[in-house]
């Protein structure tokens, strides 16, 4: 059972290096490419290592046997229990980066682990199917696994998270009932680059940083929870990398760079020296922007950015806090209501939005309100939201605010929570965000329901905050950039989408291949859109925000910086490096910048201005 597969970018190169050593007996270069994950170079020994398969040959029962399955079930739960228990106990002795982000990700598992949507299903499963245990769990993980991969959300890497989650439990749920070994890292050798097929999250909470100096995989991707780990843990990684475990041996000597995502085995003096050079200057580098951790993000002229974070899963607030964000732009909600039968409540909202606010001390919180697309039966997602047919064009469809206008109780619970939450919080510290608006009247009436929730709590007996939490629109689609001077009269903010603002103008899937090719957020009609939006909010003086993917990307801070935007949230590991290219812009250069790119047509151009300019502030820092 495996996690987290993401579609590979390339296929492995496998090839000589170039300036590989010809002379005889000398074995040649051979550079492996995959997928970079925690950045660092790493020079040593291969240690290979294998874990026996988890898969389970598919059984059925006879009636009589349902009990002993239940039973058998039940003593696998307490058994993983125990060693997530064991691996909680672990923690003290990781880095404090390490322990914050495997902290929440264990007591996830742990949930999982009781009366969770999984163990229960897999129950019935026994029950109706006469399916034996390890045949039931692995049947119902991939039944949640993939109802959670076909929800319509921009954050694909958040539900490849959530799915590997449910596949490593039911994974090892699976080899305690079948008795199968674990993997064990004991015997790694100090200084060693560790080779396999795939790692779990577990298997890296094993990893001592101390030791081994780098990983790499022929599974996984960037934005997994092993990943994470690897990079909590600094050890340089490379993922997703084809062919490695055939090409590398046990003793072979290699040269791992995290940030190209390379492996090269039986590396060149030449090879060695240069990654040698490479290590110094990385420690170098990861000094400069821990500083800039508790430096403002501000122009060489003065002017101060605002950076923030997304947030998918709670179990990322560590990385935010290390990031030095300023605060989370973006909360996606669709966290609480997966996983589970039934729809989470006004206290389960509360409980979960409560902690999140308080961690953050202050510092702003935006939370978005539920935002469900419209391709999958929404029945299979959490019972108790009436099913709705998806049609042929389900990202037109029902989703985000329309859903919600139509369901009003489901937005009354969040407001309620969010609002209880605000009230134990400093003013203005927590926000809210509504998905999908297309036309000023969906934000008017979500207003009316929130003035309405606002007054029902507050005859309850409920505290509630002096001034209530802003409510702003989301601009994801041309229709709500082109209206913004209209919806901006009945928001109190935008927060720009770029992801969805680039899908839905140039009528492209990114995860459609023969199409992909076509998605470019420089194009000149999506960033005539942002212009558009963005002039409409500053004409009122009204908070303007990026969360899409360009708000993390350092190349086109000039450019974003140069349209009016003074406020971005990105991924959490994106902040150091754009709050560096922050501190190196003057904002007079990029206005006129901005100016010049707006005057092209051919995205092409305009990509080369953006590199161009990028690559003159690196020269002049």
């Known amino acids: 059972m495996k996690i987290d597969k993401p579609d590979r970018p390339d296929k492995a190169e496998a090839k000589p290096a170039e300036g590989a050593a010809r002379r005889p007996g000398r074995r040649k270069e051979v550079l492996i490419r995959g997928i970079p994950v925690s950045p660092g170079v790493a020079i040593g020994k291969v240690f290979d290592t294998s874990e026996p398969p988890d898969e389970a040959p598919r059984r059925e029962i006879a009636p009589d046997a349902v009990e002993t399955e239940k039973q058998r079930l039940a003593a696998a739960v307490a058994t993983s229990r125990k060693q997530v228990g064991k691996l909680k106990t672990r923690l003290s002795v990781l880095p404090e980066e390490a322990q914050e982000e495997l902290e929440p990700l264990l007591d996830a598992y742990a949930l999982m682990l009781g009366d969770s949507r999984l163990i229960r299903g ?103 929870h092993t990943a994470i780990m690897l990079r909590a843990l600094g050890i340089p990684a490379v993922l997703g990398a084809p062919g490695l475990t055939e090409a590398a041996r046990r003793g072979d000597q290699a040269v ?77 909600s669709e966290f609480l209501f997966m996983n589970r039968e039934d729809l989470p409540d006004e206290d389960d909202q509360f409980a979960a939005y409560a902690p999140i606010v308080a961690a953050m001390n202050g510092d702003p919180v935006t939370i978005r309100v539920l935002d469900w697309g419209g391709e999958k039966d929404m029945q299979a997602l959490a019972a108790g939201v009436e099913s709705q047919h998806a049609g042929p064009n389900p990202a037109l469809g029902l989703r985000g605010i329309r859903m919600l206008l139509k369901r009003p109780e489901l937005l009354e619970a969040q407001f309620a929570a969010i609002l209880r939450v605000a009230a134990q919080a400093p003013e203005g510290a927590v926000r809210v965000m509504l998905p999908m608006v297309t036309v000023p009247e969906e934000v008017k009436q979500a207003r009316e329901i929130f003035d309405r929730v606002a007054k029902r709590v507050r005859r309850r007996g409920e505290k509630l905050p002096e001034k209530l939490p802003e409510l702003g629109a989301m601009i994801e689609t041309p229709g709500a950039a082109l209206a913004a001077d209209a919806i901006a009269l009945e928001a109190d903010f935008f927060a720009i989408g770029t992801n969805d603002l680039a899908m839905y103008t140039l009528a492209v899937d990114r995860g459609e291949a023969d199409v992909a090719h076509l998605y470019d957020p420089l194009h000149p009609a999506v960033l005539r859109l942002m212009q558009f939006a963005t002039e409409a909010a500053l004409r009122l003086r009204m908070p303007v925000s990026v969360c899409g993917e360009m708000a993390g990307n350092p190349q086109l801070v000039p450019l974003l910086l140069g349209l009016g935007i003074r ?55």
């Open 256 to 332: 791992l760079d995290g940030a190209a995502g390379s492996v090269a085995l039986h590396p060149t003096p030449a090879t060695q020296a240069q990654a040698k050079e490479q290590i110094a200057a990385y420690a170098r580098e990861r000094q400069r922007l821990g500083k800039l951790r508790r430096l403002p993000a501000v122009t060489t002229d003065g002017e101060l950015v605002e950076l923030q974070a997304n947030m998918e899963i709670p179990a990322e607030l560590p990385l935010i806090a290390q990031a030095g964000a300023q605060g989370i732009g973006l909360l996606r």
């Open 122 to 224: 897999a129950r019935k499963r026994i029950e109706g199917g006469l399916l034996a245990a390890e045949t039931a769990v692995g049947d119902e993980a991939e039944a949640i696994a993939e109802v959670i991969l076909a929800t319509r959300d921009d954050d694909k890497a958040g539900l490849r998270r959530r799915a590997g989650e449910v596949r490593e439990i039911a994974r090892r749920l699976t080899r305690n009932l079948t008795e199968n070994p674990f993997r064990s890292f004991k015997d790694v050798p100090e200084g060693a680059i560790l080779v396999a097929e795939e790692l779990t999250p577990a298997d890296a909470a094993l990893l001592d940083p101390s030791r081994i100096a780098g990983v790499a995989t022929e599974e996984g991707g960037a934005d997994g």
């Open 567 to 621: 406020c971005l949230s990105m991924n959490a590991s994106a902040i150091p490096r754009v709050k560096q290219a922050v501190r190196a812009l003057d904002i007079g250069d990029c206005a006129r910048f901005a100016r010049r790119v707006m005057e092209q047509s051919d995205p092409s151009r305009i990509r080369e201005l953006v590199d161009g300019f990028a690559s003159g502030v690196t020269e002049r820092g």
